[in-house]
């Protein structure tokens, strides 16, 4: 149980393109997600937490404007990098988390090169 | 704000335990938590363990907390080649909304 997918699992874009990252609970629903951003060899960072049916909370430095997040149902979060350019390749990975407890579960991660 | 550390690289040979540390700053950590991170993939929950224990074992991993120092530790006994990963620790707080900070992470080598 607890399993969280994201699609796609990779995407090659063209500057000024913008990019929609999904990410689903597959077995549970999930009040609460969140998205974190990571270069290679280094770790994890958060950029914004969303709760089902209100705005996303995004963190210090993070645009929201340029990474909109819609968190329309218990199951599914959406990223959308828009006007991507090529500082916004990275790995992109999103986890949910119940209401029940503190644990959150994270997805396979989507690596995002923007040309 | 948060600040969560960790060294950088540990190769230890098959059979071996490894030993990653990890050092915080926020006093007011509630949980501390233990990824596993293989290449190219999300992360794996290993263990995670509550600010007032001292220790927890779960199989072959075992956790170390030193809330004093703000010093946390995963031992893992009899380390395989699967175990070659990066391990992150990570701090959240009650009341966070379970907003974690994770360390810089720690690439695991074991060799033969």
């Known amino acids: 149980g607890a399993v969280v997918s994201q699609h796609p699992s990779w995407v090659i874009c063209k500057s000024g393109t913008s990019v929609k990252i999904e990410c689903r609970s597959l077995d549970f629903q999930a009040t609460t997600m969140f998205w974190y951003r990571q270069f290679p060899k280094q770790s994890l960072m958060l950029m914004a937490t969303?709760?089902?049916?209100?705005?996303?909370?995004?963190e210090q430095g993070v645009e929201k404007d340029k990474f909109l997040i819609n968190h329309a149902s218990l199951t599914l979060s959406t990223l959308t990098v828009t006007s991507a350019h090529p500082e916004d390749s990275s790995f992109y990975i999103c986890s949910a988390r119940t209401g029940t407890n503190n644990e959150q579960f994270f997805g396979p991660g989507t690596r995002l090169t923007v040309l | 704000g948060e600040d969560v550390e960790q060294s950088l690289f540990l190769s230890v040979r098959e059979g071996d335990s490894s030993v990653i540390n990890c050092t915080y700053t926020d006093s007011s950590s509630t949980y501390l938590y233990w990824y596993k991170q293989e290449p190219g993939a999300g992360l794996q929950l290993l263990t995670y363990i509550f600010s007032n224990m001292d220790m927890k074992q779960d199989q072959r991993l075992t956790v170390l907390l030193n809330k004093k120092d703000k010093h946390l530790s995963l031992r893992i006994a009899d380390t395989q080649t699967g175990d070659s990963a990066i391990y992150f620790c990570?701090?959240?707080?009650?009341?966070?909304?379970?907003?974690?900070?994770f360390g810089t992470g720690t690439r695991l080598q074991v060799t033969l």
């Open positions: 969303s709760n089902e049916g209100s705005k996303a909370t995004y």
């Open positions: 990570a701090e959240s707080r009650t009341g966070t909304a379970s907003k974690l900070t």
